[in-house]
């Protein structure tokens, strides 16, 4: 194995897997994340060369895997609206979710807006300071703390006192 290909694969080992898991509490989907990763990975090990602070690869990492799942969301959400347009002659049925704890807390941060669930996310589970949120997410610092205050109030009014045990 020569350098670059070892030096690769260190980066794989060491970065990756967070990644999978930021991109699972993003969208929800084990699948999805792991695909998110994979091509986060590659786009930016593909301008490793070209990164301004190459110490930073988790950083850009990070922010590439965001970008990836905020593209998700945005095409999904086009897929949804054309949906609505479209004739409904059946209305799906959700599963409910297990009564468990953890599926009502995962149901409730899936079911906030994805700006919001990405702060909660990057906030509690990254333990990113409201800067580094708010430039990932392309916004204000007071927007992240808008966006994280009304995702904590819709999750505090998404889980009632019978849910959680």
Known sequence: MTDQPRALAVLYEEYVGRATTLARLLTGDDHVAEDVAQEAFIRTAGRFAHLRRPDAFSAYLRRTVVNLCRARFRRQRLERDWLRRQDRRE????PSFDPDERAIVWGAIASLPWRQRAAIVL???EDLPQSEIAELLSCSVGATESLLSRAITTLRAAMTE???R
Not at 91 to 94: I, L, W
């Open 91 to 94: 209305t799906a049925s959700y």
């Open 123 to 125: 906030r509690y589970y």
């Open 162 to 164: 019978e849910d959680v």
